[in-house]
């Protein structure tokens, strides 16, 4: 469990160090890789953590908030990004041609 802790407090650090650039799929991999870790790290514990290990915990919890805050600007980026699409798509829309230019309609006057 320490060692998986330490890779765990590794990797966050990494990922911490560099959030300023780090993208989208940057951001999909370090979640994959942490539930994984985490995953390994639950089946690993005996039930005792030692108060290094508690430590370790609060210390990688404390990376939390900043990466939560990327994840979260880059989610307004992506709903930016898509809304732009769709009103571009609206405003495409309303200039394309809705009718068959085979039909014709005729008015008379009375």
Do not use: H, W
Request: charged letters at 40%.
């Amino acid at each position: 469990m320490d060692k998986d802790l330490a890779e765990l407090r590794e990797m966050t650090r990494q990922l911490a160090d560099r959030l300023a650039q780090a993208d989208f799929e940057e951001m999909c991999r370090f979640v994959e890789r942490r539930e994984q870790m985490v995953r390994r790290i639950r089946e690993g514990y005996d039930g005792n953590p030692t108060p290094e290990q508690i430590r370790e915990v609060a210390n990688l919890l404390k990376f939390d908030g900043p990466i939560l805050g990327k994840m979260e600007q880059l989610r307004s980026q992506a709903a930016s990004s898509l809304a732009k699409l769709e009103q571009s798509r609206i405003r495409r829309n309303a200039y394309e041609k809705i009718y068959a230019m085979e039909s014709a309609f005729i008015d008379r006057k009375k």
